[in-house]
Nanobody, 122 residues
């Protein structure tokens, strides 16, 4: 399985970004069976789950992004998205996606992609 994240960049506080995560190497509709999550990591800290989504519609966000971030998925495209609005400097991190289990721990299932860097200036 290969993961490619994209969409990061430099944005001012209060701005928005939309991250995409394309997953390849899965057969048929396998992607739809996985719980997909977005994670983020800052230097010196562990990689934490930001949000996850189950194909059946269950969604969860970490408290610090509730009301600002929206996770979605397109199973036909093997892609998961993270719409990030009202960004704040504390959101600055490298963002990764992965399948995870069990919830809510979301232990990652696959090798990590390269991530996409988000920098929010004040």
């Amino acid at each position: 399985v290969q993961i490619v994240e994209s969409g990061g960049g430099l944005v001012q506080s209060g701005g928005s970004l939309r991250l995409s995560c394309a997953v390849s190497g899965l057969s048929g509709s396998a992607f739809s069976t996985y719980v997909m999550g977005w994670y983020r990591q800052t230097p010196g800290k562990q990689r934490d789950v930001v949000a996850y989504i189950v194909s059946g519609g269950r969604i969860n966000y970490t408290d610090s992004v509730k009301g600002r971030f929206t996770i979605s998925r397109d199973n036909a495209k093997n892609t998961v998205y993270l719409q990030m609005d009202s960004l704040i400097p504390e959101d600055t991190a490298v963002y990764y996606c992965n399948a995870g289990w069990p919830i809510p721990t979301m232990t990652p299932k696959w090798n990590w992609g390269q991530g996409t860097r988000v920098t929010v200036s004040s």
